[in-house]
């Protein structure tokens, strides 16, 4: 596995010089200062990748290249955009960066109701309270077909929530759900919300399958010729919000996706946390089912709630995620295949320094070291015992 780290560019809080003393010699990255469906100018890529190689550090994924709206929509003027998105494939290529990250979660990328829940030993975590959720929903965003998603107890537990709250905790939840979390590039105010939930109106998970397949249809013949691969990323958290549909959530997405395009440029980042919130998903055995189509992996554990539809991030190794088997899979298909795959740990705890520091969302400097260098233990220990 290639050591890798989530970097946000110039502007993050955790410098290029900082990830090198992780022992992370990948950096993942993306141009974020370029508004989505707008091809990214090959000079400034160049620049970038000079930024990170003055650094020692390599340039492994582009995380991510954002969909468009209307992309996902098929809205008119969809494939322009796509040849756009593929245009950029082609510049990433040719300066060297050949993963390519993406996702096609509907209007939200990944989602959480708490960017600092408190744990027993004082560090904070990442959180998805599914009350928290159903309370905005009903109550802050007034979803015109909310009621219908939920029982009568869970809109009166909703309501009772909410009652414990005051504004400033509220504002914080409308701005966690709908602001734009690091890397998620769309940002919206209630408003531009309801909107956008409104141009989903027609598209249903069959639709939604069908415009990934045309998007597909055009960029995949592109990274094939350039010799990059694609890696969709799953949806966080692995169901449908906001009565929107999601389809990167099961082993049977999965597949559904790959054998739209059988060729390997068509593939997958393996996001434990993300899969791992879905009691079905066997991760080991996504593994060994997606095989040569994995080509990128976020590595953390999440432990799902007394109310299951909640969870919050756990320490890299813990959790409801048998983290040492899905290191082992990992391995195995890397000596299978002889390619090795970048992988960051992914989000983190703040822990120590990061508590009184600033740091971006999921994103502690800290916190993810510590993750690395567990992760890096396994790894070792996998290696050397043979695993
Ligand atoms: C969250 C991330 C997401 C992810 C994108 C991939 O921390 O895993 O922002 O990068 O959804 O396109």
């Known amino acids: 596995m290639i050591e890798s780290w989530r970097w946000f560019g110039p502007e993050d809080p955790v410098s290029l010089r900082d990830v090198r003393q992780t022992g992370a010699s990948g950096i993942v990255t993306a141009l974020h200062e370029i508004p989505n469906g707008t091809l990214w100018p090959e000079e400034d890529i160049a620049a970038r990748r000079r930024m990170i190689e003055a650094e020692g550090l390599t340039w492994v994924v582009a995380e991510s290249i954002p969909v468009h709206e209307d992309i996902k929509t098929g809205a008119p003027g969809w494939e322009r955009l796509a040849e756009n998105w593929a245009e950029t494939v082609r510049a990433l290529a040719r300066q060297g960066v050949t993963t390519i990250c993406y996702n096609f979660m509907p209007v939200l990328d990944w989602t959480r109701t708490d960017l600092d829940y408190e744990l027993a030993d004082g560090a904070t975590a990442l959180r998805f309270e599914f009350l928290a959720y159903a309370a905005f929903d009903l109550f802050i965003l007034k979803r015109a077909d909310a009621a219908s998603d939920y029982s009568d107890a869970e809109v009166e537990a909703a309501k009772e929530w909410l009652g414990k709250r005051d504004d400033a905790a509220l504002n914080r939840l409308t701005a966690n759900i709908i602001a734009g979390l690091p890397g998620a590039e769309e940002s919206y105010t209630l408003e531009s919300f309801r909107a956008r939930l409104e141009s989903y109106r027609d598209v249903d998970r069959e639709q939604l399958f069908r415009n990934l397949k045309g998007f597909l249809d055009i960029v995949v013949p592109v990274a094939e010729e350039v010799g990059a691969v694609l890696a969709i990323h799953p949806d966080d958290p692995p169901r449908s919000l906001f009565g929107l ?3 990167v959530c099961t082993a049977e997405d999965l597949v559904r996706i790959r054998d739209m395009h059988p060729s390997s440029a068509n593939g997958f980042t393996l996001c434990a946390g993300s899969l791992g919130v879905h009691p079905d998903n066997d991760i080991p055995s996504i593994v060994e089912l997606l095989g040569q189509h994995i080509h ?3 590595l953390r554990a999440t432990r799902r709630e007394q109310d299951p539809r909640s969870f919050h991030e756990d320490a890299h190794l813990e959790g409801d995620l048998d983290m040492v088997a899905i290191v082992r899979a990992l391995r195995s298909l890397e000596r299978r295949t002889e390619k090795a795959i970048p992988m960051r740990p992914d989000h983190g705890h703040r822990i120590l320094n990061d508590l009184s520091g600033t740091s971006t969302p999921g ?5 993810r070291l510590r993750g690395l260098s567990e992760l ?10 043979g695993f």
């Open 245 to 247: 549909p999601r389809i």
């Open 296 to 298: 990128f992996t976020h």
């Open 363 to 367: 994103y502690p400097a800290i916190g």
């Open 376 to 385: 890096r233990g396994v790894t070792r220990a996998v290696d050397a015992l």
